[in-house]
């Protein structure tokens, strides 16, 4: 067993036995797969990014040459590599070649800065970082901050870094992965602090992609429009970019979910499904009125990331001329999809059912008891492709999951009479603004940095473009800095633009609950009501 395979929680040797059994696992690695892709489409279209269009046998073969490469300036089996590029068909290539070459990519979000890539660096023990040219002052900072970080690949103007340009060679043979080892590392929602690093194995994920396909019926006439950021699971292989490679079909990948640049994009190349976060919905909504270009072309839009308002959801179909679905899931794994087949009702008031017939599901109250049907209660869920436990996290997997491997989602669901589920709520307590999945214990940990500040509480408020913004409950020792200079002390130490607090509230004390705790309800209730919530603290002194 590998070093990394060691910080993972597996399945049982008899459960995973039975996937094996039953063909969910089918001793498939992601490498190869991409090669048998390439064998059967070798001439068709597999990447288009703006006027750059690569085939499938060009992509596998860029990818057996970065394979080398890499495998040549040191990257051996099992290292850990932090991949941090935008849409673009490097991060494709680079993806599928370091796994070729035994290494696992761990993904990074584009608007990671210093304080989440030091997260990353520091959790995952990388040895390799690739990067957008945009990125080389971020990486030198994590290269002088984490000696372990010996490799950084630029794609673009390098810096004094390696190009990735230059590190492609021939074609060497290089020792298959085993195909229930780690293949890459997601990031999980982040609710308790910094993400942890979500293990997905070639056998897990091969067989998402499978099935994703088919539920979503992708072929290889399709053309997905890669909206999202392409690290997000739902872009990657919900069905995503992998999915439609799996298919035959073609990626379009943009590195801007503006209306104007995507609706020229399903033009020019007849796009025929994307995914989307409700953000970028209701942003498309609001220009469709109004564009001349010709969105005939587009099938079906697949929502996720975030629940979807029911309002908007009737909107949608009919607004962009397609079919809506909904999906739900995690990187954690577990899946839930509505079909184009479903009704209008399920498709705009449910996220769907369970991607696999092996997904087990429980729906539990507080005391983990099951509610009854139609009541809503806490998901648990396991199954094939729903890891056991995050990467070199012991204490965090001893509450995230039970005794007999089931996760503990965090998510407020009711499944219906039909056999779909209705996402209600959260029980952890993340905000997602946007589509980016905010730990408010994280943003308060910094704001506490501050001399200023002696006891804060971010919250969610809702809003109508970007679902959530984040508020921030704020009591200060002496005189309250300005809202501007805690945001420029977050901005300075290098934490994500999205982190930083929409608002910031001043109040004498924090309202507590009978037990001693921060009181989020009062808060959230104070700013939906417009009443001040110093004055609400004050009673709960």
């Known amino acids: 067993m590998s070093g990394v395979r060691a910080d993972c929680t597996p399945w049982p040797e008899d459960v995973a036995a039975g996937y094996r059994r039953a063909g969910y696992w089918r001793g498939d690695d ?67 070649a370091l796994l070729r070459a035994g ?46 970080l010996r490799h ?59 099935a994703s396909v088919e ?20 872009s990657l292989g919900c069905p995503g970019a992998l999915g439609t490679l799996h298919a035959g079909g073609t990626v379009v990948l943009v590195e801007e979910a503006t209306a104007g640049t995507c609706f020229e994009l399903v033009e020019r190349e007849r796009v025929t499904f994307t995914a989307l976060a409700p953000t970028i919905v209701r942003l498309w909504l609001d220009e469709v009125a109004w564009t001349s270009r010709d969105l005939s072309s587009l099938r079906t839009v697949l929502v996720g990331g975030a629940p979807l308002p029911v309002e908007l959801a009737r909107r949608t179909g009919p607004a962009l001329g397609c079919v809506l679905t909904q999906s739900f899931g995690m990187a954690e794994g577990f899946l839930l999809y509505s079909a184009a087949s479903d009704d ?9 059912r369970p991607l696999s017939p092996a997904d087990e599901l429980r729906i539990v109250d507080d005391e983990e008891r099951d509610v009854a049907p139609g009541e809503a209660g806490h998901l648990l869920v396991r199954g094939p492709y729903t890891i056991r436990g995050y990467f070199r996290s012991p204490e965090h997997n001893a509450k995230a999951f039970t005794a007999d491997g089931f996760y503990r989602t965090g998510d407020i669901v009711r499944l219906t009479p039909s056999g779909s589920l209705a996402v209600e709520g959260r029980a952890k307590d993340v905000i997602i603004r946007g589509g980016d999945k905010i730990s408010p214990a994280e943003v308060e940990g910094y704001l506490l940095e501050h001399p200023a500040v002696r006891q804060v509480a971010v919250v969610a408020m809702p ?32 934490v994500a633009d999205f982190k930083l607090p929409d608002r910031v509230e001043f109040v004498d004390a924090l309202p507590l609950t009978p037990l001693g705790k921060v009181d989020r309800g009062a808060l959230r209730a104070a700013i939906a009501t417009g009443s001040r919530a110093g004055d609400r603290a004050e009673r709960n002194r």
């Open 30 to 96: 992601l490498g190869t797969l991409l090669s048998g892709w390439a064998a059967a489409n070798r001439d068709r279209t597999a990447l288009v990014h703006r006027d750059r269009r690569v085939t499938y046998a060009e992509l596998d073969e860029w990818a057996h040459r970065l394979a080398a490469g890499f495998a040549e300036r040191g990257i051996r089996p099992g290292d850990r590599v932090l991949v941090q590029l935008p849409n673009i068909p490097e991060f494709v290539a680079v993806h599928f």
């Open 463 to 494: 809003d109508d473009l970007l679902g959530e913004r984040t508020c921030a409950f704020v009591t200060a020792v002496g005189d309250p800095p300005a809202a501007v200079e805690l945001k420029r002390m977050l901005h300075a130490r290098g």
């Open 215 to 234: 539920v979503c019926s992708v072929t290889a006439d399709d053309v997905y429009l890669a909206v999202l950021p392409i690290e997000f699971n739902l």
């Open 344 to 352: 209008e009702e399920t498709r705009t008031t449910t996220q769907g």
């Open 152 to 210: 950084v690949f630029v794609v673009g103007e390098a810096g004094g870094f390696t190009p990735l340009a230059e590190v492609e060679r021939d074609p060497v043979p290089l020792p298959r992965p085993d195909p229930s080892d780690v293949a890459f590392f997601l990031l999980s929602g982040g609710t308790t602090a910094l993400p942890k690093l979500v293990p997905r194995t070639h056998d897990d994920y091969a067989y998402q992609l499978r």
């Open 103 to 148: 290494a696992h990519p761990v993904f990074a979000l584009p608007a990671h800065r210093a304080t989440e890539i030091g997260h990353l660096c520091a959790a995952s023990g990388a040895v390799g970082y690739v990067v957008a040219e945009g990125q080389v002052e971020l990486a030198a900072r994590a290269g002088e901050a984490f000696p372990a």
